[in-house]
Every structure is written in structure tokens, then in C-alpha cells.
């Protein structure tokens, strides 16, 4: 979500979930089902790069948790509201591109872990690994949670190249 934690945390800055545009290799390898969340997922990732409030907060279910877990290992949750009011407040360039995403869809709950990398304002940040829950909502699929850990060093290079 969002996801940044600490490089926002050192700007003195509220945390902001750290998301941005997604970048999901190889989408027609998933059944249509797996598509479904994935756009859920891009669509929140495109309300981030875009800073949209009010699209983000149809994206995400009230209550939902966003679980930042550092390199030391240390995790530190943040609530919706939290991650809502980071967006509103912050207005650098936000650019996460997830590959490779394992998706599970079962009735009404899905689940999509995937390694990422994050820009901000344009240069590398961090990776790791991006853990969403999302929940069918009616006909729409919401996301419950999100765990993702923030890597500064020792990151692979992404599969999709260098930022654009």
C-alpha cells in the first residue's frame, strides 16, 4: 500500500503506504479471476501515483491495516486513515512496480504477494516484497491489509529494467 516508511519517516513526515504505478509482468498468464484482483491492485496503485483520496478510499476497506515490516525487522502498523491523510498531505512522485505476483482467489477473499521496487521522486528508494488481502465487496474487490517489507540494500535488479 502506499508502502517508503522510513524515507518518508526521515523527511519528517507522516508514514505513506508505499504504491505507486504498477508494473505486473505477464497478466495473461493468470486466469480471469487472478486479473480481477490485479486490477484491483493496479487501481490502487494508480490512486497513489495520482495522490487520489477518494479513489483510494473506494479501493480500501474501512478498517484496513497497512503492516510495515523494516530491515531490522521491526513492524510498525498503520490503519487507513493513517495512509489516506499521508496521501493527501504528500505530493512527491510515487513509482512501485511489482513482477512476478502469486495470486490466490477463493470465493469472496484473494491474496497477492509479489517483489517490488520503489521510486520516489524519480530515483530508487527500496524493494521487497508486497503482501495484499483483498475482499470481494459486493461485485468490487477492496483491499483488507497490506505487509510489506522495506529493503535498502542488496536489492535485484527488477526484471522490468530501469525506471522510465
Known amino acids: 500500500m502506499n508502502h517508503c516508511l522510513q524515507t518518508l519517516s526521515r523527511l519528517g513526515v507522516a508514514t505513506l503506504f508505499v504504491f505507486a504505478s504498477v508494473n505486473v509482468m505477464a497478466k495473461d498468464q493468470h486466469t480471469p479471476a487472478e486479473r480481477e484482483v490485479l486490477g484491483a491492485v493496479d487501481a490502487l496503485f494508480d490512486a497513489m501515483a495520482k495522490h487520489d483520496v477518494d479513489a483510494s478510499r473506494k479501493l480500501i476497506l ?32 510515487f513509482r512501485e512496480r511489482i513482477w512476478n505476483p502469486k495470486v490466490l482467489v477463493q470465493g469472496g477473499i484473494a491474496q497477492v504477494w509479489a517483489p517490488y521496487d520503489f521510486h520516489l521522486d524519480g530515483k530508487f528508494s527500496h524493494c521487497g516484497i508486497d503482501s495484499f488481502s483483498l475482499v470481494r465487496s459486493g461485485k468490487d474487490w477492496q483491499v483488507a491489509s497490506v505487509s510489506y517489507t522495506v529493503q535498502k540494500q542488496g536489492c535485484p535488479p527488477s526484471p522490468l529494467g530501469e525506471l522510465k
Not at 70 to 87: I, N, R, V
Open 62 to 93: 474501512p478498517g484496513a491495516g497497512f503492516m510495515a515490516v523494516s530491515p531490522e525487522g521491526t513492524a510498525q502498523m498503520k490503519h487507513d486513515t493513517d495512509y489516506l491523510d499521508s496521501l493527501a498531505k504528500h505530493k512527491e512522485a
